[in-house]
C-alpha cells in the first residue's frame, strides 16, 4: 500500500521494498538501522519510513538517518497517529521530512501527530492525503484493494513526490530536494483550536511547474 503511494506521485521510481514490522505492527530498533544502511549502500536517493513514531526511542536511529542525509539521501517519516498537536522529539530524529495527514478538505486528520512550530532540528513538516486513501493489498496472495487511513500512506505520497522532484532535479541536493516540495503546497487547516498547522499539503502540479 506505502509502494503504491510512491508509484501514484512518481510513476518511474524504483522501488527497494524493505519490511521493519511485522503483519501486528511490531518490530525493532536495530531492524530499521539495517534496512536503512541497506537502503543506503544499495543507492537509494529517497527512504521512507512509514513507521510508528515509537521505534525513534533510541539513538541508532537517528545516527543512521543523520548519516543517510550526509550521503544525499532524504528520509521521510511519518509523523505519527496519537493526535498530538506537537511532534514529539524521538518521533522525528533527523528527518528531512516529517509528513502528516490530511483529510479531503486540506483539515488535519484528528489522528495525525502535528506541530505548529519549527522544532527539533527537523528539516520541514509536510502534509499529504492519509485519510480513506486507496490502494492494493493481497488477500490470501490475490490481489485486491482497500481503503485506510494514517501518516504512513501520507509519508509514501511525499516520497514519490521526492522522488519526482529528484527525476525533474537531478543536480539537487538533500536539503533542495527536501525544500522544494515542502515549498510547492497548499495551506492546511488544524483540528486543534483554530491554530495553523505547521507546514503544507504537498502539490503536483506546482512541483512539476516550478
Not at 508509484?7 to 501486528?24: E, F, K, Q, W, Y
Not at 544525499?72 to 516529517?98: C, K, M, Q, R, T
Request: proline residues 4%; charged residues 20%.
Amino acid at each position: 500500500m506505502v509502494a503504491a503511494m510512491v508509484l501514484n506521485a512518481a510513476p518511474a521510481a524504483t522501488i527497494l521494498p524493505l519490511r521493519v514490522r511485522d503483519r501486528d505492527g511490531y518490530g525493532t530498533d536495530e531492524a530499521t538501522v539495517d534496512a536503512i544502511y541497506y537502503a543506503m549502500k544499495a543507492g537509494a536517493r529517497v527512504i521512507n519510513l512509514s513507521v510508528s513514531d515509537d521505534i525513534f526511542d533510541g539513538t541508532w536511529i537517528g545516527k543512521a538517518v543523520a548519516e543517510a542525509r550526509h550521503y544525499d539521501i532524504v528520509v521521510v517519516a511519518s509523523a505519527g497517529n496519537d493526535g498530538y498537536p506537537f511532534i514529539p522529539l524521538d518521533a522525528v530524529g533527523e528527518a528531512s521530512l516529517v509528513v502528516g495527514a490530511v483529510d479531503g478538505k486540506d483539515t488535519v486528520a484528528p489522528f495525525s501527530n502535528w506541530t505548529a512550530w519549527e522544532a527539533f532540528g527537523m528539516r520541514r513538516m509536510v502534509f499529504a492525503p492519509g485519510v480513506d486513501v486507496e490502494g492494493p493489498l493481497l488477500v490470501d496472495g490475490a490481489p485486491s484493494r482497500c481503503t485506510w487511513s494514517g501518516t504512513s500512506f501520507a509519508a509514501g505520497q511525499v516520497s514519490g513526490a521526492v522522488a519526482l522532484a529528484l527525476e525533474l532535479n537531478p543536480g539537487l541536493d538533500t536539503q533542495g530536494l527536501a525544500d522544494l516540495v515542502a515549498d510547492a503546497g497548499d495551506r492546511v487547516t488544524s483540528t486543534m483550536r483554530g491554530v495553523r498547522a505547521k507546514g503544507e499539503r504537498i502539490n503536483l502540479l506546482q512541483l512539476v511547474s516550478k
